[in-house]
């Protein structure tokens, strides 16, 4: 241990990377190199090295929303007009510590850039399960990502599921609170909910959470997704019907009883078509999640029509976790996540992309050029290129 603590202090003076994207017009993605030294980090900061992360299209909802949602403001370029550093999800260590209560070589899981490393000011309350970083310029309902896990501590966090970590529990999570949501308010008295972007981790995730709470008044889960992703969702069994978007008048069955849909792609056009589909009355809520997909921006939410509102997952998880607890809160999703991970091989196939490659695949899931089972755990460490 204290061996590796030793060269993790010695490796702070390698030039780590960082990917930018053209926040005034999202397409344009950069690797900058990082160059970062031990004099930077001041009394009571820390540095992380950000060892993995993962790449998936929640990523590319926080590009398309990033000015709109303060996602922009997580970690400020220093050209913050002009750059912006992507937020992901990751596992980092500590290599230069100047705080007494945080030791070099630990391991934190939570909100990085897609970088090498990050510059910690402001860590405050510390105990045994977490540390924060304090935001002050953020909106109070962003505290959740100020809160990093360590590892020693973190109950969802085992070494041999630490890709998952890093690729599914952040999508997975917001999967559990629509679910969630959606339960608490017994489905909006609706008998069937329609999720658009089947296909996604996301959708995958709240359609599990629903089956594993599934009850005799449950309500029928209807999948919509393209052509070449039916044949993938339909082999997942997590919904009792698959529907292609060409397929979409079939859903004028559920005129009587209405439906409540999901979107995790941001596509107003698909939403439309599912209005004329159950008529003027049919839609008993729509519930704005995700936007994967780009003919769409944040601008679009309030075309998605009458009763619709955006799912902010944080909002949601401070509400609901002061009803519940934090431990009731806490061992509810425990158990879930575990049961989830029990069937997750068939989900996706985990590919590691390293150094320049990241923003390769980055230009892929933003362009829609990947399958639906491609899985990204990246990385701007030395390590060899990978087939992508």
């Not at 990523?59 to 220093?78: E, H, L």
């Not at 409540?260 to 599912?274: C, E, P, Q, R």
Request: charged share 25%; glycine share 6%; with cysteine.
């Amino acid at each position: 241990y204290q061996r590796r603590v030793r060269e993790f202090a010695m490796s702070i003076d390698e030039r780590g990377s960082e990917l930018l994207i053209d926040i005034n017009e999202n397409r344009v993605a950069v690797i900058h190199e990082q160059p970062i030294t031990r004099e930077k980090v001041g009394e009571g900061e820390i540095l992380v090295r950000i060892d993995k992360f993962g790449l998936t299209t929640n990523n590319i909802t926080y590009v398309a929303t990033g000015k709109v949602m303060k996602y922009w403001d997580f970690f400020p370029s220093s050209q913050p007009e002009k750059w912006g550093k992507m937020p992901v999800w990751g596992i980092a260590s500590v290599v230069c510590s100047k705080n007494e209560k945080v030791k070099e070589g630990e391991r934190l899981y939570g909100y990085f850039p897609a970088a090498g490393y990050e510059l910690f000011q402001g860590v405050e309350n510390i105990n045994e399960k977490t540390i924060k970083v304090s935001r002050p310029h953020l909106p109070a309902d962003r505290a959740v990502y100020n809160v990093y896990q360590r590892e020693n501590s973190f109950p969802l966090w085992k070494k041999e599921i630490e890709d998952h970590l890093v690729l599914l529990l952040p999508v997975w999570t917001t999967g559990f609170w629509i679910a969630d949501l959606l339960n608490v308010n017994n489905f909006y008295n609706s008998p069937a909910i329609v999720m658009i972007s089947a296909s996604s981790k996301t959708a995958l995730s709240t359609a599990a959470c629903l089956k594993l709470n599934h009850s005799s008044n449950s309500p029928k889960l209807i999948g919509l997704t393209s052509t070449k992703n039916q044949s993938y969702v339909n082999s997942l069994k997590l919904f009792d019907q698959v529907l292609t978007y060409e397929e979409i008048n079939k859903l004028s069955s559920n005129k009587e009883g209405g439906i409540v849909f999901v979107d995790f792609a941001g596509n107003t056009s698909v939403i439309k078509d599912i209005r004329q589909a159950v008529g003027p009355e049919g839609v008993k809520k729509g519930i704005l999640v995700g936007m994967s997909h780009f003919g769409s921006t944040s601008e679009n939410f309030p075309k998605a029509g009458p009763n619709t509102e955006f799912f902010f997952a944080p909002k949601w998880i401070i509400k609901r976790t002061k009803e519940l607890g934090e431990t009731e809160a806490s061992n509810k999703k425990t158990e879930f996540w575990f049961d989830t991970l029990k069937t997750v091989d068939n989900w996706y196939k985990l590919k590691n992309v390293y150094g320049s490659d990241v923003k390769s695949v980055y230009l892929r899931l933003f362009n829609g050029d990947f399958q639906p089972e491609d899985a990204f755990v990246a990385s701007f460490w030395n390590q060899p290129r990978a087939k992508i």
